[in-house]
């Protein structure tokens, strides 16, 4: 259990709970400027829950990490997420891809409420995989910004590859491509008391700004 903490500048993940039985409590927190893996450039996630743990987080603020503000994956791993801020996530150094707000994805859970993501970029809310659950509510997903390696993307909340999302009372408001995207078969999306506003157009060919994206 960890209170009124600040991790800075450190490097491949900032703070991270790893393996089944395993279990974190993370309140009143600063994580910022996680830089890559010195190896290979990559990683530089925020918070990493991961191989069946769980994390309960409060009143947090994630800012200029890389690759994944925050992330969640694998089967049994379950995250709640409360009045946070995750913001300015930047691409991952090895080649310009990713620089996601929230990845929940691979069978995980996770539960957010009271939250902002801006200034992300590639996807401000990733949820990806057969039996992935998000709910979302009260939440500002604003300004994801275009994927740094090609320019391609942008979208506000991203669902794919049999995911199910719940969103309620949310606004996804100047991000580019498209603020809702839904993708893949069983892939999932209930959305309720919902704003979706100012898209813009995608930075690669000055396209699409859609508000809602299906495949």
Avoid at 155 to 177: K, M, Q, T, Y
């Amino acid at each position: 259990e960890v209170r009124r903490a600040v991790f800075v500048r450190n490097r491949a993940v900032g703070v991270g709970v790893s393996g089944v039985e395993s279990r974190l409590v993370l309140e009143d927190t600063l994580i910022q400027d996680t830089q890559e893996q010195l190896s290979d450039g990559t990683f530089g996630q925020g918070l990493n829950v991961q191989f069946g743990a769980e994390a309960e987080v409060r009143r947090a603020v994630f800012v200029r990490n890389r690759a994944v503000g925050v992330g969640v994956s694998d089967a049994d791993s379950r995250l709640v997420l409360e009045d946070a801020l995750v913001q300015d996530t930047r691409e991952r150094a090895s080649d310009g891809s990713f620089g996601q707000g929230l990845g929940v994805q691979l069978g995980a859970q996770a539960e957010v409420r009271r939250a902002v993501f801006a200034r992300n970029r590639t996807v401000g809310v990733f949820v990806g995989g057969a039996d992935t659950r998000l709910v979302l509510e009260d939440a500002l997903v604003q300004d994801t910004r275009e994927q740094a390696s090609d320019d391609a993307f942008g979208r506000g909340l991203n669902v794919e590859r049999g995911a199910e999302a719940e969103v309620r009372r949310a606004v996804f408001a100047r991000n580019r491509e498209c603020g809702v995207s839904v993708s893949g078969a069983h892939s999932g999306l209930v959305l309720e008391g919902a704003v979706v506003r100012e898209p813009r157009e995608v930075a690669v060919e000055a396209t699409c700004g859609g508000g809602a994206l299906g495949e």
